[in-house]
């Protein structure tokens, strides 16, 4: 992937995080899937109907499996929408955290287009927080750990300039 296709995927993200932007994705889902159904009814019933010529029922069924790719389509557009969670300094990234309140937490960080991913740990609350940063394309070391500090947002946001930059 170049760096120009990072750009513009991290911009579809970017655009599609938005709620309405997402509703929108659905009802393209639900809107394509009718009309798969439709054309997938159209096509069962040109094959029934005796008298029809070969050509009709072979119009029918590309039609159902082009209103088919169409839905599949706007299905996974809407499933890779929601696989980003958060955007932070105009970057997409999916973010899960585990743990408990006082106790250890794990924050996995991940980029929605670029494949460096870091993992921030804390053991104790208020504790330092410990960044395992992973990128599978450097040339030195594919995995190291580094200490960020004791603020969870200044954590972060340095975990995700790691991500987007490849700088500390």
């Avoid at 970057?91 to 996995?108: M, S, Y």
Wanted: aromatic share 6%; with cysteine; glycine share 6%.
């Amino acid at each position: 992937m170049t760096v120009i296709d990072r750009l513009y995927t991290n911009a579809w993200y970017v655009a599609h995080a938005a709620p309405e932007k997402r509703e929108q994705l659905a009802a393209d889902v639900t809107r394509t899937w009718m009309a798969a159904e439709a054309a997938v009814e159209d096509a069962n019933r040109a094959r029934t109907v005796s008298g029809l010529s070969p050509a009709r029922s072979a119009l029918a069924l590309s039609i159902g499996n082009s209103a088919q790719a169409e839905y599949q389509r706007a299905r996974s557009r809407a499933l890779e929408a929601a696989r980003c969670t958060d955007i932070i300094a105009g970057h997409a990234f999916t973010i899960t955290r585990t743990g408990e309140r006082g106790g250890p937490v794990l924050i996995e960080i991940a980029s929605c287009t670029m494949p460096r991913t870091v993992s921030l740990s804390q053991t104790q609350r208020g504790g330092e927080w410990t960044a395992t940063m992973v990128d599978p394309q450097s040339r030195h070391a594919e995995r190291f750990t580094t200490l960020l500090g004791t603020d969870p947002w200044d954590a972060m946001h340095r975990a995700c300039d790691w991500i987007t930059s490849g700088q500390l």
